[in-house]
Nanobody
Framework: QVELVETGGGVVQTGGSLRLSCAAS????????MGWFRQAPGKEREFVAA???????QYTASVEGRFTISRDNANNTLYLQMDSLKPEDTAVYYC????????????????????WGQGTQVTVSS
């Protein structure tokens, strides 16, 4: 499994920006799929964004146009640039990874991922 460590969370006002980072213990170019999920208090964990090693990208509708996922394979790091933040974006954000590809996979489900980080808190104040 891949070890993942998230950083970059914090408190920001509505409309502000944050960039989350996820450092991977293995070379990022060798990891098939990396993604971000989030969990708000009292709610289930939900998919935010994902990116494959070939660049295929997927976002959940609520963050499309505001968040950008990127991978720096040379530095084994996944990023999530979050702009135009809203109070409803408040959650613990988790980085996730799946090392090897499979024939059929749905990026937006938790079961697609094998490794998870510990999470980083993002709070957007109104």
């Amino acid at each position: 499994q891949v070890e993942l460590v998230e950083t970059g969370g914090g408190v920001v006002q509505t409309g502000g920006s944050l960039r989350l980072s996820c450092a991977a213990s293995r070379r990022a170019f060798s990891i098939f799929l990396m993604g971000w999920f989030r969990q708000a208090p009292g709610k289930e964990r939900e998919f935010v964004a994902a990116k494959t090693w070939r660049g295929t990208t997927q976002y959940t509708a609520s963050v499309e146009g505001r968040f950008t996922i990127s991978r720096d394979n040379a530095n084994n790091t996944l990023y999530l640039q979050m702009d135009s933040l809203k109070p409803e974006d408040t959650a613990v954000y988790y980085c996730a990874a799946r090392q090897y590809s499979v024939e059929s996979i749905t990026f937006s489900v938790s079961d697609a991922y094998e490794s998870w980080g510990q999470g980083t808190q993002v709070t957007v104040s109104s």
